[in-house]
């Protein structure tokens, strides 16, 4: 029977782990919350003005549906900011290799593995590059940063290499003289 406090205990020894490596990776948006208030702004205020026009024409309909375009435009909006929301932390520390995944709607998937015994695979196009990145431990192949571009998945892939093989050789003793 369990008390408990050994699931505690082992939290406090991986956190009191030293990390190798760590990463946060988020969707990149161009346009923040200002930019967003500006475009929503031009666009209802040239929608109004043109619907005006056509309103002094005698197009009536045409206002409304000028005010539906930017209605739509705002709700892409709204859910491409909601999207942006996703992230992955990927930590690795002597013992091991955290995956945490949260989507855009808040749920968590998280995976653990052995650096010792995880390998890290890629798919290449000739023309764009690295497309995906896989960890794969155990008959598991799980793909990590999508997020990132053709060039920061392969400065990615060199860092997480690099951490792989230090957490693989163990963790260096300095003496202190």
Not at 71 to 77: C, K, M, N, T
Not at 97 to 126: K, T, Y
Request: cysteine-free; aromatic content about 12%.
């Amino acid at each position: 029977m369990s008390t408990g406090n050994e699931i505690a205990r082992e939290r406090s020894e991986r956190e009191a782990e030293p990390q190798i490596f760590s990463a946060l990776l988020t969707p990149h948006r161009s346009l923040n919350r200002t930019g967003f208030l500006a475009v929503m702004l031009f666009l209802s205020i040239v929608s109004f003005v043109t619907g005006m026009v056509f309103l002094m024409m005698g197009a009536w309909p045409v206002l409304g549906f000028f005010g539906l375009d930017v209605l739509v435009i705002w709700w892409a909006f709204k859910v491409n900011f909601r999207a942006a929301r996703a992230r992955e932390e990927i930590v690795v520390t002597p013992s091991e290799l955290r995956v945490r995944r949260v989507s855009h709607r808040g749920q968590v998937a998280e995976w653990v593995f052995n650096p010792l015994w995880v390998r890290l695979d890629q798919e290449v196009d000739e023309d764009f590059g690295i497309e995906h990145l896989y960890l794969i431990s155990r008959g598991r192949r799980i793909i990590i940063a999508s997020f990132l571009g053709p060039d920061e998945k392969a400065s990615f892939y060199k860092g997480l290499v690099e951490a792989l093989n230090a957490a693989r050789r163990g963790p260096t003793y300095t003496p202190v003289t």
